[in-house]
T-cell receptor, first 115, second 113 residues
């Protein structure tokens, strides 16, 4: 079991460029989500999915798109990168998002810098 | 506004000593509270999960307490080890079945030899 795998680990983008952050899990988890972590702030939810074909917005969705065509994969797309999107991005999964007894399994993160 | 506040922001202790981290929240209604450990450069790892009916939960040398009346939680680390050096994050869910959690900013713990 690899758990939650995120790629790339590091990325530098120029303002206006687009890119996709990859997230894959091999635990057959229904729930997947994307968070960003900024200095001095708690993790903030960008988008989440409760199953293949179902996605919804979190707290800070602007500038990001997601899709969930399979249970395993949940890519995050930056449409036109801005310096404000410089952050560390974490993908997390859970058997079901609302169940109390399940914690999240987080990936190791993608550190993104937009210049 | 739903908030989760942690204290202290940072803490330095000597190996073998105990320490307690605090978490106060204003989230209402309350469903569950989680503590995560985040090593530098890694994703958070779950330590404990508690519902409003649970007062204490342990995971090895980690013991979490919850007072739902005062909306306070603490994480007690016993006989600290160098590997305990990490950030500890308190996370609160405001409603059963919600997929949205409120994260604290964490306490950065450094254990010195």
């Amino acid at each position: 079991n690899a758990g939650v795998t995120q790629t790339p680990k590091f990325q530098v983008l120029k303002t206006g460029q687009s890119m996709t952050l990859q997230c894959a899990q091999d635990m057959n988890h229904e729930y997947m989500s994307w968070y960003r972590q900024d200095p001095g702030m708690g993790l903030r939810l960008i988008h989440y999915s409760v199953g293949a074909g179902i996605t919804d917005q979190g707290e800070v969705p602007n500038g990001y798109n997601v899709s969930r065509s399979t249970t395993e994969d949940f890519p995050l797309r930056l449409l036109s990168a801005a310096p404000s999107q410089t952050s560390v991005y974490f993908c997390a999964s859970s058997p079901t998002g609302g169940r109390i007894n399940y914690g999240y399994t987080f990936g190791s993160g993608t550190r993104l810098t937009v210049v | 506004k739903n908030q989760v506040e942690q204290s202290p922001q940072s803490l330095i202790i000597l190996e073998g000593k105990n320490c307690t981290l605090q978490c106060n929240y204003t989230v209402s209604p309350f469903s569950n509270l989680r503590w995560y450990k985040q090593d530098t450069g890694r994703g958070p790892v779950s330590l404990t999960i508690m519902t409003f009916s649970e007062n204490t939960k342990s995971n090895g040398r980690y013991t979490a307490t919850l007072d739902a009346d005062t909306k306070q939680s603490s994480l007690h680390i016993t006989a600290s080890q160098l590997s305990d050096s990490a950030s500890y994050i308190c996370v609160v869910s405001g409603r059963i079945g919600t997929y949205k959690y409120i994260f604290g900013t964490g306490t950065r713990l450094k254990v010195l030899a």
